[in-house]
């Protein structure tokens, strides 16, 4: 949740495309940017809001491990929220030194 939350109170995002792929590119205070897909989510092996990104954190919600905080955005916002388990999410990994 942390990282999260310091995406969205020091990187500036704005809503663009990448070789034909709607998403949000967030540049950081230094100039590195990364661009993250809306893909939408999976549920019961359907996919829905094509037009949103929602991207698990690896924080697990204080009122339960039912739930989990994720990163969600549109054209319009971006922000944290914390969605039950159970939903199809993206999962994008990050390699550290």
Known sequence: ???I????????SEWTQQNGVNGRLFTGPNGNSV????VGYSFCGELYSEDFG???SSSL???????AYSLYF????AGWSSYVRNGG???RPVHKN
């Open 1 to 3: 949740l942390t990282q």
């Open 5 to 12: 939350q310091e995406l969205l109170n020091n990187c500036p």
């Open 35 to 38: 661009f993250l897909p809306a």
């Open 54 to 56: 929602f991207y698990w």
């Open 61 to 67: 919600y204080e009122g339960g491990s039912l739930r």
């Open 74 to 77: 549109s054209s319009g916002k």
């Open 89 to 91: 999410f993206t999962v």
